[in-house]
């Protein structure tokens, strides 16, 4: 699915490129975008349903920006860069895996423009031409998140039929059939994998298994990566990362060996930078949370600060403050969805908030401090992108004052409810 949609977004840009410009690539490349916010020399946003992949930006290089004005002249009714972005989407909806893909221009500015960037299969693409350079920009889907927007039980199909009976259970897995089906099963499913580099400040990469290999007479795992051998980024041939990925409760830890650098080829002499690792000898099965948590049927607001962020939209003293609902709450966390097209939303994992409750039946919101341990950007339909963030609560009783007490006794009650409606269910009420 992910290398899938790489190869129609490159197909498209470059068809489009030629059959409305005349501009055969010289050069194009893939690049693995860190999360942040960057300002995109934009072109056009393109919206697109009936498949994982949702947006595309188009952008280009002041040279090629001349170029389209020129193209302007000789192009009747249809501006040239009208006539670019028709012929690229009518090409990128044939080749995107999906079912009946379909995809509308949201807007056509040639201006800079500021793009939030999640940090999670995202890529950047550039393709020079005689006439100046080519962007586009997008965050791909994984084969999970694809089949979750259609409501198929994929994920839990690939864990029964891959991963070791009873795994949720068990401390660890090392037979080496169980190693080899869970090396199937992150190749088949796209997870998210997060590497980290012990011993250095650098941030975890976030990275996916694009196929096993060989190198020399050793097997390798070939991970989406830009892999740097020097010093500076801590990852050199023979370095041990600490891997995981996240599955329902639990987390999957294991030790990877970087080989070296490496790449994928995409078709087209394009290719995507990656790295070779060593498989893992062993995988540990952790818990991904200390307290249980339970569902919300309430709407439950959550007002999110991220202490030192800087000026408000709107002018104001202080951080502006990201409103959500919460999903699910515990003694020690929560999960909360906000609306990402808030200008001020950009969290990213330890990332220290300031979170504000608004629990029923308090008059003033309940204030603690927290720790982002998961970020994730939905991709389902739906009439704004949302972004999932794990919240961990650093409670300190000194500092939070009645806060911990407040959420404990505010769970208790909602799971006393909870517990309740399963036993009327059940029938026992009528014993």
Not at 154 to 183: C, H, K, N
Not at 244 to 260: D, N, P
Request: charged share 25%; hydrophobic share 40%.
């Amino acid at each position: 699915m992910l290398l899938d949609t790489l190869k129609a977004l490159i197909n498209a840009s470059q068809d489009a490129l030629q059959a409305t410009c005349g501009l055969p690539v010289r050069v194009a490349s893939v690049s693995l975008l860190a999360r942040g916010s960057l300002t995109f020399p934009a072109l056009a946003d393109i919206s697109v349903n009936g498949t994982g992949l949702h947006r595309v930006h188009l952008g280009c290089d002041s040279m090629f920006c001349g170029h389209l004005g020129e193209l302007d002249c000789a192009a009747g009714d249809e501006s040239g860069l009208e006539t670019l972005t028709s012929s690229f989407v009518e090409r990128l909806v044939e080749d995107l895996p999906g079912r009946y893909p379909r995809a509308d221009v949201e807007s056509l500015a040639v201006e800079p423009h500021n793009i939030r960037t999640r940090g999670v299969r995202t890529c950047g693409f550039r393709f020079e031409t005689a006439a100046g350079q080519f962007f586009l920009m997008a965050e791909l889907p994984s084969r999970v998140e694809w089949e979750r927007e259609r409501g198929r039980e994929f994920l839990q199909v690939m864990t029964e039929s891959y991963l070791p009976d009873g795994w949720a259970g068990r401390d660890v897995f090392s037979e080496t059939t169980a190693i080899e089906s869970f090396l199937v099963f992150l190749r088949k499913t796209e997870l998210d994998m997060e590497c980290q580099v012990p011993g250095t400040d650098q941030a975890p990469y976030s990275t996916f298994l694009v196929e096993q290999c060989r190198f020399g007479d050793r097997r390798a795992l070939k991970l989406a990566m830009a892999g740097s051998d020097d010093a500076r980024s801590g990852l050199l041939p023979g370095t041990y990362v600490a891997a995981r990925i996240g599955l329902e409760e639990r987390s999957l830890e294991f030790r990877l060996r970087y080989i070296g650098r490496s790449s994928h080829e995409l078709g087209g002499d394009v290719e995507l930078p990656c790295a070779l690792f060593e498989p893992p000898e062993l995988v540990t099965v952790a818990q991904r949370r200390q307290s249980f948590r339970i569902p919300l049927e309430k709407q439950i607001v959550a007002d999110l600060v991220l202490p030192g962020r800087p000026r408000r939209a709107d002018g104001g003293d202080g951080p502006a403050p990201v409103s959500g609902l919460v999903a699910d709450l515990s003694f020690s966390g929560a999960r909360i969805t906000v609306d990402s097209s808030q200008p001020e939303t950009c969290f990213s994992d330890g990332d220290r908030v300031r979170c504000l409750l608004h629990l029923p039946g308090h008059p003033r919101p309940v204030e603690i401090l927290a720790v982002v341990r998961r970020t994730v950007t939905t991709l389902a339909e739906g009439t704004w992108p949302r972004e999932e963030l794990g919240l961990e609560f650093t409670i300190s009783p000194g500092r939070d004052g009645d806060a911990p007490e407040a959420i404990r006794d505010f769970v208790l009650c909602e799971q006393r409810s909870w517990l309740s409606r399963r036993i009327q269910v059940a029938g026992v009420d009528d014993w």
